[in-house]
């Protein structure tokens, strides 16, 4: 009997605060519309760091330049109508970013984008995508910080061709 491999998800999220505010984004999802930082799913083939600014340009249309990791979080969530269970493991961003690009559509199932003060977020947690939207932003005003050099991302990763010795 062949046992599947568990695969968390792996996610990054961009902590955007500018002038006492957090840029949030309001989304479409299968629970209804729901908060959450500008985040998503790391893509094949691309950096953490590129994966955070690939997602907040998607779904925020502002270029945003990662200056430190807030941290790395590991968090379970059960769909109630479907009963799936996903494990997501994110690796969130603080940094700055660019005025939104004029004209910019934002990424399907974004509805807009939201600048709260910490209070209001703390405030719409009922309507947070996951816990971790709070998580990240607290973290963020207790001052986590850690440089960007803590990540690593082999060669391999932007080509698979690249032969290294089997660790």
């Not at 700055?96 to 004029?102: D, H, L």
Request: hydrophobic residues 35%; aromatic residues 8%; negative net charge.
């Amino acid at each position: 009997m062949t046992e599947e491999r568990w695969k968390p998800s792996v996610t990054v999220a961009a902590v955007i605060e500018q002038d006492g505010r957090f840029l949030l984004v309001e989304e479409e999802t299968p629970e209804g519309l729901k908060l959450n930082n500008p985040a998503g799913h790391l893509d094949p083939g691309e950096s953490p760091e590129q994966g955070v600014v690939r997602e907040a340009l998607e779904e925020t249309g502002c270029v945003f330049q990662p200056q430190a990791l807030v941290g790395v979080y590991l968090s379970r969530f059960r769909r109630e109508a479907t009963g799936e269970d996903v494990t997501y493991l994110r690796l969130a961003f603080c940094g700055a970013v660019s005025e939104p690009a004029p004209g910019w559509v934002l990424d399907c199932g974004i509805v807009r984008t939201l600048w709260l003060t910490a209070d209001e977020v703390r405030a719409s947690t009922g309507r947070h995508r996951s816990p971790l939207v709070l998580r990240c932003v607290e973290d963020y005003l207790a001052g986590k910080r850690y440089p960007l050099e803590l990540l690593t991302t082999d060669p391999t990763v932007f080509d698979p061709e690249i032969k290294r010795p089997a660790l």
